[in-house]
């Protein structure tokens, strides 16, 4: 018992010894403060320049059409291509997208059209970046240290983006929106310049069946686009549990999109605030889900995977319902939705990490970037739809409203897990 003690407390040490991992992980720290400074910026440009949260959640929803189009077929290329040159060239390239759209409101010559073009450009170097990102450390970190990985790299980028968000209202107030988007866009580069120092993480690869894959024709090295994706829809079909947690992240992220959507119009019209407000509710969630990070980082071995979602879906339907109680109170609004943003945090790595570290634990190392895209696909595809219907009834209901009507539909598909044996056991 006490090795085992000292072995929690040295894990973090332990990998911060990786010396690939550790690159990596500055890299997508990196990324992660650009994304959260962008956050604001971004959301508030938008909410200035359209004043629609009709177009707002239209924006929103749109963002996730490449995904959809596009993640099975990038992944399968993923897999095939260098993970450290998609990383690389894709932090490139949406620094560069981001650095058009500063330039372009700085002239006062942004419209909406331009939103959605470089929306969709973004949205498909993500379809790169993310399978990328998710084969890429489990070939960085042996599986014992898996869940501790993603906990301990969800807590240092949460911190990354507590930074951004903590900067963001500041930035904006000082430098102006313009100018603030072109920082996310510097910082997007170097992103980009530090991957290029992580070491191949395919190089030490060369296993008996890569062996054999080689001696093989041409064709076998290389099949079909096609092919892939069969491959991989077949190896979901046997892995039920994946579908179960996929299903489970569709229905929170369907009913997430109107905090998602609307957290710009709940900050002005309900808390009364401004980008400072969306600060402080963006640094309350993220500070929840490192305690949440590090947490799990320690003790997470100790309970069951199952357990570990259940109850992250508990608290994060508590938290989302609470965003509704500021709206009803005649003070102290910003500081009750920071609490209840607190708990949607820490809700949020509680569930996210036992999943992602399940996903990573049953896939087979050449097939994690298709995987990971057709996962991205199950649970993305609801996003757009919550997107476009929460612009929809935003027109005629408050958002504090939604957000406690979608607590409750999150919590249902807890009943659901309970009695299924299979996922109890994971």
Not at 102 to 123: D, K, P, R
Not at 172 to 190: E, K
Not at 202 to 221: H, K, P, Q
Not at 325 to 342: C, D, H, K, N, T
């Amino acid at each position: 018992m006490q090795s085992t003690a000292v072995a929690e407390k040295q894990g973090f040490g332990q990998l911060m010894k990786i010396r690939p991992y550790m690159i990596y992980l500055s890299a997508q720290a990196m990324t992660r403060l650009g994304d959260s400074i962008d956050s604001i910026a971004y959301s508030w440009m938008v909410y200035m320049l359209t004043g629609s949260e009709l177009l707002m959640g239209t924006i929103f929803a749109f963002n996730f059409l490449p995904g959809l189009l596009f993640s099975l077929i990038t992944g399968t290329f993923v897999d095939r291509w260098s993970k450290k040159l998609v990383l690389a060239l894709t932090y490139l390239g949406r620094g560069s997208m981001v650095t058009i759209t500063a330039i372009l409101y700085g002239l006062g010559m942004l419209e909406v059209w331009h939103l959605f073009l470089v929306t969709f450009i973004n949205s498909t170097l993500e379809c790169f970046s993310r399978p990328a990102e998710m084969s890429v450390v489990p070939r960085l970190l042996p599986k014992d240290k898996l869940l501790m990985g993603n906990s301990f790299s969800t807590s240092i980028n949460r911190s990354a983006e507590l930074i951004g968000l903590s900067l963001a209202g500041a930035l904006i107030a000082v430098i102006g929106i313009a100018g603030t988007i072109l920082i996310d866009a510097a910082i997007f580069m170097i992103g980009a310049l530090i991957v290029s120092f992580m070491p191949n993480p395919e190089a030490g690869e060369r296993d008996l069946e890569v062996i054999a894959e080689a001696s093989n024709t041409e064709t076998a090295i290389k099949p079909s686009v096609l092919a892939d994706i069969k491959e991989a829809l077949a190896f979901v079909k046997t892995h039920s549990l994946l579908m179960i947690t996929t299903v489970l992240a569709m229905i929170n992220n369907f009913c997430l999109a109107p905090l998602n959507v609307l957290q710009p119009v709940y900050v002005r019209e309900t808390l009364g605030a401004g980008p400072g407000g969306m600060s402080i509710l963006g640094t309350a969630l993220l500070i929840g889900m490192i305690s949440s990070g590090l947490w799990i980082g320690r003790h997470g071995k100790r309970f069951r995977k199952s357990t570990l979602i259940m109850s992250g879906s508990v608290l994060l339907a508590l938290g989302y319902f609470a965003l509704g109680i500021p709206g009803q109170l005649p003070a102290f609004r910003v500081e009750v939705a920071a609490a209840s943003m607190f708990i949607v945090g820490f809700a949020v790595s509680v569930l996210n990490a036992p999943i992602s570290t399940y996903l990573m634990e049953v896939t087979p190392k050449h097939m994690l970037g298709r995987i990971g895209a057709l996962m991205t696909v199950l649970c993305t595809a609801a996003i757009p739809v919550g997107g476009l219907l929460t612009g929809i009834v935003a027109e005629h209901q408050s958002p504090p409203v939604l957000f406690m009507i979608m607590g409750v539909i999150m919590v249902l598909p807890v009943f659901f897990l309970i009695r299924k044996a299979s996922f109890r056991a994971i």
